[in-house]
T-cell receptor
Framework: NAGVTQTPKFRVLKTGQSMTLLCAQD?????MYWYRQDPGMGLRLIHY???????AKGEVPDGYNVSRLKKQNFLLGLESAAPSQTSVYFC???????????FGQGTRLTVV | AQSVTQLDSHVSVSEGTPVLLRCNYS??????LFWYVQHPNKGLQLLLK??????LVKGINGFEAEFKKSETSFHLTKPSAHMSDAAEYFC?????????????FGSGTRLLVRP
């Protein structure tokens, strides 16, 4: 049972390039989330999904897009990367409201 | 709106002494509360959770937390710190009336353990 898997684990982008981060969960969870972690700021919610085919904006959505075409996958896209998007990105999934979230190992993204 | 305040950005203790990491929350209804730990360059691991059952919650590695509704607090404690406890700790709230069930994180407390 792999849990939550993020791909890739590391990436360096040039300003203006695009990329997609993949999150896959094998626990049949309904709810999935993308967070970014920056020093001293905890984890901030970028976008989330409450089920297959649904997405919604979180606290810091600008510059990102998401899709959830399959229940087990949640994709985070950067259309035109900026240095301000240098961060560690975490994906999480959750089954029900009173349960804990399970996190992936993170993607460290550097935009130069 | 939900929010979480971790009152200390850094806490330093000596090995074998008690640990106290403070957390206050704001939630419009009955919250679920969690503590997660993150070791350097690692993902997040659940320490413990409160979901409206017993107010004193026991977690892994000897940690526990007490939910105090009147004080809107959920402080994390451990009787005796170990070197392996050095990590960053996050207090997290989830509002059961929020249909997104999203988790709101505090800014984190870095725990340093001195030999």
């Amino acid at each position: 049972n792999a849990g939550v898997t993020q791909t890739p684990k590391f990436r360096v982008l040039k300003t203006g390039q695009s990329m997609t981060l993949l999150c896959a969960q094998d626990m049949n969870h309904e709810y999935m989330y993308w967070y970014r972690q920056d020093p001293g700021m905890g984890l901030r919610l970028i976008h989330y999904s409450v089920g297959e085919g649904t997405t919604a904006k979180g606290e810091v959505p600008d510059g990102y897009n998401v899709s959830r075409l399959k229940k087990q996958n949640f994709l985070l896209g950067l259309e035109s990367a900026a240095p301000s998007q240098t961060s560690v990105y975490f994906c999480a999934s959750r089954r029900l409201m009173n349960t804990e979230a399970f996190f992936g190992q993170g993607t460290r993204l550097t935009v130069v | 709106a939900q929010s979480v305040t971790q009152l200390d950005s850094h806490v330093s203790v000596s090995e074998g002494t008690p640990v106290l990491l403070r957390c206050n929350y704001s939630s419009s209804y009955s919250p679920s509360l969690f503590w997660y730990v993150q070791h350097p360059n690692k993902g997040l691991q659940l320490l413990l959770k409160y979901t409206s059952a017993a107010t004193l919650v026991k977690g892994i590695n000897g940690f526990e937390a007490e939910f105090k509704k009147s004080e809107t607090s959920f402080h994390l404690t451990k009787p005796s710190a170990h070197m392996s406890d050095a990590a960053e700790y996050f207090c997290v709230v989830s509002d059961t009336m929020d249909s997104s069930y999203k988790l709101i994180f505090g800014s984190g407390t870095r725990l340093l353990v001195r030999p």
